[in-house]
């Protein structure tokens, strides 16, 4: 197992150019597969080893979300050993998707976003960086592990674009506020001062190396604690904020999917569930009898 499994993680490198959050969480997923089914060969396992797995995650008390994610990986990982000959049958294509109950994304009002993003004190330099960070983040509505991958030369400070990783490896530009470049530029001429780095990374931890996800998350939750916010956020909050917003001052949905990245529309519409003040705004403009 553990050979296919080597196999499995170069295919996602070299063929999907997956990220390594995800490649990540679908090797430690199949060794929990493996961990499950024991020394049973691949050739033998079938429609019901994969359902007696699924049965015990539920009994696990795991969410049909992850049972979906891992199942997701069960299918990718079977279908490429089927396409590539190691197996003789996908004993995975034919196992349905658990239903997913439909979960709104958690964002915070306009004046919620700013009191978290102006937070960080400007007169200390983590301060200073950590309100590029917050700045950038609910600027662009891009996701923690693009931003962790921006490096200066990623941004145009004269467009106001900056060029982002996103999922895959694909590339794409997204606008970035005039406040979220003050911040940035007023971080990088601080830091300047103090002497340059060789790291090429934008975002720096006190090291000069480039920041981490995790560090990100800590930075996020520390100034909720600071700003005295009350809803249970975390750095994709930033993100969903971002999008909610835009579409209740207007913006239509294809340009937030462009915005934040999504292959799908699908992906994007469930923004439009939590858009609730700018329908009420249009319908009381618009109803004769409102």
Known sequence: MQRYIEKF?????????????????????????????????????????????????????????????KLSCLRTFFKFLYRDGYIKSNPASSIATPKLDKKLPVFLDEESVVKFITSPDPGDALGRRDRAILETLYSTGIRVSELVNIDISDIDFISGFVKILGKGRVERLTPIGDKALSAIRFYIDERSKEGESKDKAIFRNKYGKRITDRSVRRIVDKYIKIASIKEKISPHSLRHSFATHLLNKGADLRSVQELLGHKNLSTTQIYTHVSKERLKSVYDKTHPRA
């Open 9 to 69: 993680g170069t295919y996602l490198v070299v063929e999907k150019n997956a990220s390594k959050h995800t490649i990540a969480n679908y090797i430690a997923d199949l060794k929990d597969f493996d961990a499950k089914i024991g020394d049973m060969d691949l050739s033998r396992v079938d429609y019901l080893t994969i359902r007696k797995y699924l049965a015990d995650l539920k009994n696990r008390n795991l969410s049909k979300r992850t049972m979906a994610r």
